[in-house]
């Protein structure tokens, strides 16, 4: 169960940061191709991206809302402590995938 938990964190963070970094490269490499800046691409795109990131590696925002409901029913802490521990793990992922970027194209992300 201990073990699972982990390797689910592992997923979670490299999740979101694959969707969130993948999503602004390519999508980077779409506006150089259209004429675009691609860097200034990349910068918007890791904006609108990063709460599908989230969601992307929590599996999806209806499983994490009826988990948290039976955790609640039940009065299961520990089910709630992990739901909430691959929500703030998922947002590190997307957050590190952000940085990332910013250090690649030197400009500041708000």
């Given at each position: 169960m201990i073990r699972d938990f982990f390797a689910n964190i592992i997923l979670d963070f490299a999740i979101a940061?694959?969707?969130l970094l993948?999503?602004?490269?390519?999508?980077?490499l779409a506006a150089f191709l259209v004429g675009k800046a691609?860097?200034?691409?990349?910068?918007?795109?890791?904006?609108k991206l990063k709460i599908w990131?989230?969601?992307?590696?929590?599996?999806?925002?209806f499983d994490t809302i009826s988990?948290?409901?039976?955790?609640f029913e039940n009065?299961?802490?520990?089910?709630?402590?992990?739901?909430?521990?691959?929500?703030f793990v998922a947002i590190a992922g997307a957050n590190t995938a952000i940085i990332l970027i910013q250090w690649?194209?030197?400009?500041?992300?708000?």
């Open positions: 940061f694959g969707v993948g999503g602004a490269l390519i999508g980077g691609p860097i200034l691409e990349m910068i918007e795109l890791a904006k990131a989230i969601v992307a590696a929590i599996g999806g925002t988990n948290f409901e039976r955790s009065g299961a802490t520990f089910e709630i402590f992990k739901q909430l521990t691959y929500i690649l194209s030197q400009e500041q992300i708000d």
